[in-house]
């Protein structure tokens, strides 16, 4: 079933060559990443040891949105993600506008991601922390992430599972080598944190965690989205979250000054390691990194391609290469977007424009599925349906809604600027 007035066909000719455990590799390589290696310093200093039950709020609330994007997935067959998904629930206005959303927070994040990369790679090439060297480091890793997403689904599969490989030997190899000391010192309590430091933790936070949309765009790619996807969501996140505490609980037992540290796994790593462990934790971080970069540079064309399908963004960016079926003129266009803006922001900057904007579509999915169970909508024979999949929904409105106001004047402003953006590009499309 194809939906009335939408993308059209839009994964005609892509191949369906992703499975079920493909899937949960690509949900923890979109996840882990930037967030669980930079993070940890700036949320201690926010909130002290109480980052553990943050995370666990971060947590619950991504199991919610994941549920969201499980059952509202399982309902399609065609490529594009928060785009296509919006679209058919709301409209195409509105799919573009959060097709439009998704694609700022997938360059914006890249951008924060290969800054904090240059800020890991400095550690053993200082030269990389020059003006010039960063540029070099950004360009050349831009290129060597872009060769295998032009190369088609296939060859990308395989190197998301490589990536999600390290970076799960990386964290988990920390953490059994901070494991005696937790044991010895376990996790010092710090005093209850002021109000006003909780909201601005639980943004970075939802930075670490987020991502998932990543693993939700390629459904015209899946072999059975219907099965596979929930499944993936639902393992993924846990995963993620429980990987997530561990290297958080290892942090604050092996590192000092934890709260001053923008390396906390490359400090905790030095400190139990010695040199050894520094460069195995920046070498795996890097490349941890880069396994995040990977998916955002091949995400990102997919939704630029279903967009083109449906008339809403330029033809030319619809067409697949004869050989690889790779939407080759999207992932070269996207590619050049986030290199650009990786080299002209910061890590900061970027970070928290990217949440924002993911926090508008999480909300905007989790209505969808409301939307689509009603109609009846399924592209798919057996989609997923939820028990009380509607009070899960407006939980995920409300406190992402919650979340969203605590923003300063200055993030508004950002996301509001993405937003006219956005607006324009469809009143300049239509005319």
């Known amino acids: ?101 998704a694609l700022a927070s997938r360059l914006l994040s890249y951008a924060a991601i290969a800054n904090l990369a240059v800020t890991y790679s400095a550690a053993l090439l200082p030269w990389v922390a020059s003006p010039l060297g960063r540029g070099v480091f950004i360009s050349l890793l831009t290129l060597a992430l872009a060769v295998p997403v032009w190369r088609g689904v296939r060859v990308s599969a395989t190197t998301h599972n490589v990536f999600t490989l390290i970076k799960i030997g990386l964290l988990l190899g920390f953490f059994v080598c901070a494991l005696p000391a937790l044991v010895a010192h376990g996790v010092p309590l710090t005093k209850l944190p002021p109000a006003r430091n909780w909201a601005p933790a639980l943004v970075l936070m939802l930075f ?21 996807l929930p499944f993936a969501l639902l393992v993924g996140m846990a995963c993620v979250v429980a990987i997530y505490g561990a290297v958080l609980m290892a942090a604050m ?21 010695g040199p050894a462990g520094g460069v195995a934790v920046v070498a795996g971080g890097v490349a941890s990194m880069a396994g995040v970069m990977f998916v955002i540079l091949w995400g990102g064309p997919r939704e630029l391609f279903a967009m083109a399908r449906a008339g809403q963004m330029p033809g030319a960016l619809a067409a697949l290469d004869a050989r690889t079926h790779a939407p080759h003129r999207a992932v070269l266009v996207h590619t050049a977007l986030a290199w650009g803006l990786a080299l002209g ?28 169970r009603r109609r009846g909508f399924s592209e798919t024979a057996a989609p997923l349906v939820l028990p009380g ?43």
């Open 208 to 228: 670490a965690l987020g991502g998932l949309e990543g693993a939700v765009v390629s459904n015209g790619e899946m072999r059975h989205p219907a099965r596979d």
């Open 1 to 101: 079933m194809n939906p009335s007035g939408g993308p059209q066909g839009a994964s005609a000719h892509l191949v369906r060559a992703i499975g079920r455990w493909d899937l949960v590799g690509l949900m923890i390589n979109t996840t882990i990443g930037a967030g669980i290696l930079g993070l940890p310093g700036r949320v201690f200093a926010l909130v002290g040891s109480w980052g553990l039950l943050v995370c666990a709020a971060g947590g619950v609330l991504m199991a919610l949105v994941a549920a969201s994007f499980a059952e509202t997935g399982s309902r399609f067959t065609r490529t594009g993600g928060v785009y296509v998904y919006i679209h058919e629930a709301f409209g195409p206005n509105a799919g573009f506008l959060a097709g439009w959303l």
């Open 345 to 372: 922001s910061g890590f900061f900057a970027a970070l928290s424009a990217a949440t924002l904007t993911r926090l508008v579509f999480y909300a905007a999915i989790a209505a969808s599925s409301v939307r689509l």
């Open 253 to 273: 037992a092996t590192v000092p000054m934890l709260g001053r540290s923008g390396r906390p796994v490359f400090d905790g790593a030095m400190l139990v390691m």
């Open 389 to 431: 999949g509607t009070a899960i929904a407006v939980t995920v409105v409300l406190l992402c809604g919650a979340v969203i106001l605590q923003s300063s004047l200055a993030e508004f402003a950002g996301v509001g600027l993405i937003v006219s953006t956005g607006l324009l590009v469809l009143v300049a499309r239509r005319r």
